[in-house]
């Protein structure tokens, strides 16, 4: 069996997913883009979970970050995947919904009891504006304009990666702060190889 001590060299840097993250990031419009994302995820469901669970504190991050968090009376978790992090938030969290665009990843989900699960995009959630007081991903596709319209008035989102920047959708923390806007707050650590960062919204929007 492969040593699971050691992270796994995903070679993140030339990663085609840090390269769509990062077109992204520099253009959400570029459709291209989001459809290598996608089409990759779904090629790569299967055995998805396998892979994970082969890897040592693969969501560790998730629940060090939630020890932080404030008590929250249901998440939303995107980019879910095959669920390697929703059964650390629904032992927190009352009320979990995780998300993802893949019917691939989201068949192959693991059983979490009470926890609902959607298919959708990062990119339009089907959630109101300013509702949701907690949402979470781990290794997520970072698109903050839906995220910062849907967290309510001081709510938070939980960032984590399993391998810091050996994690391919890596970006970093403090990008992720400056991208979010003015007002947003942020704390972080690591835990096992990954990292988590926990952002706080502003309760008002700030004066024009
Ligand atoms: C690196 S995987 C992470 C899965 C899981 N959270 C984990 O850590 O194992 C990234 C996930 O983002 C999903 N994804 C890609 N594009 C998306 C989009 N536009 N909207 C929602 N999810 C998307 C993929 O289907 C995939 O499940």
Redesign the pocket.
């Known amino acids: 069996m492969e040593d699971t001590l050691d992270p796994p060299d995903l070679k993140a840097e030339a990663h085609p ?1 840090r390269r769509f993250q990062e077109r992204l990031l520099r253009n959400p419009e570029d459709r291209e883009a ?1 459809q290598g ?2 089409r990759s ?2 090629e ?2 299967e055995g ?1 979970r396998e892979w ?1 669970d082969d890897q040592r504190g ?2 560790l991050p998730v629940r060090e970050g939630l020890r932080r968090a404030r008590p929250a009376e249901w998440a939303v ?9 929703t059964a650390a938030i629904a032992e927190v969290v009352p009320r979990v919904v995780a ?4 019917l691939p ?1 989201l068949r192959r989900r693991v059983d979490v009891p009470g926890a609902g699960w959607a298919v ?4 339009s959630l089907p959630l109101g504006t300013a509702r949701v007081p907690l949402v979470v ?5 970072f ?1 903050p304009t839906e995220i910062v319209r849907v967290i309510r008035p001081g709510g938070q989102l939980l960032w984590c990666t ?1 391998f810091r920047a050996g ?3 890596y970006v970093p923390p403090e990008r992720m702060h400056r991208l979010l806007g003015e007002g947003w707050t942020a704390e972080g650590g690591h835990a096992g190889h990954g990292e988590w960062t926990l952002f706080t919204a502003p309760y008002a929007a700030p004066e024009a």
């Open positions: 997913s989001w994302l996608r995820y779904d790569m469901a998805w994970t693969y969501e978790e995107i980019c879910c995947g095959t669920g390697e992090a998300c993802d665009l893949s990843m959708a995009d990062v990119r991903s781990l290794n997520g596709v698109h399993s994690t391919p959708l």
